[in-house]
């Protein structure tokens, strides 16, 4: 299938993603590889629920500082794989003054499979929050740097973000106060007010059974 256009970092605030916009032979998704420097059990996968010809594929899991191989391959409306093409994404390396994680020891046989999510509040309580995630070989793998953003610029997550079961972000905003919900990009998709309820934000949220 072909390729029409490859655009690192569409949103401004996630420089380790990308999105690519792909023509297929016919209706299917698209299943995304990132591949490992260290092999295969580095890669970072996901199958896209977009079943159009024309997509717009989103790529998670970039190496900072890296010449990026990503294997994009093309499933039918049944499942099965019918062909794939390689793409090479560069990135620029993070801001210097952003925290570069040590790894001490890997075990990642004790490990559950994916990327771990790192909630870093910045310098100060009151700083930008600057959440990562890591691979099991302590790889920066993705990050939010929203310092661009005018809706989230102030952001101060307090304990962190944590995942949607539709794979969104939530966190409180001790800042204004309220709660915001982002993309993995870092686009702002919705926001609560608190301050109309009288309510200022103080520590952790958690989605419900009922969303």
């Not at 690519?20 to 591949?35: H, I, M």
């Not at 159009?52 to 500082?65: A, H, I, M, N, R």
């Not at 040590?102 to 075990?107: E, K, Q, R, Y």
């Not at 952001?155 to 966190?171: E, M, P, Q, S, Y």
Request: hydrophobic content about 35%; some cysteine; charged content about 20%.
């Amino acid at each position: 299938f072909i390729v029409e256009t490859v655009k690192l970092n569409p949103s401004g605030y996630n420089p380790l993603a990308a999105s690519v916009l792909v023509n297929l032979p016919t209706f299917g998704r698209v299943k995304v590889t990132v591949r490992g420097k260290a092999g295969s059990a580095a890669d970072i996968s996901h199958l896209c629920n977009t079943q159009t010809p024309s997509q717009s594929v989103p790529v998670f899991g970039l190496y900072p500082d890296f010449d990026n191989e990503v294997v994009l391959t093309y499933t039918d409306k049944g499942g099965k794989e019918r062909g794939s093409t390689s793409i090479r994404i560069k990135t620029d390396k993070l801001p210097d003054n952003f925290p570069m994680p040590h790894l001490v020891n890997s075990v990642p046989s004790k490990m559950e499979p994916g990327v771990n999510l790192i909630n870093y509040l910045g310098e100060s309580a009151i700083d930008l929050s600057k959440p990562y995630m890591v691979d099991a070989s302590g790889d920066i793998r993705w990050v939010l740097l929203l310092n661009s953003s005018p809706e989230l610029n102030r952001l101060a997550a307090d304990i962190g973000f944590h995942r949607t079961k539709k794979g969104t972000l939530i966190a409180g905003d001790v800042s204004l106060p309220r709660i915001v919900e982002l993309d993995m990009f870092g686009n702002l998709l919705r926001q609560w007010d608190l301050t109309q309820f009288g309510y200022t934000f103080h520590h952790d949220i958690y989605e419900m059974e009922n969303g």
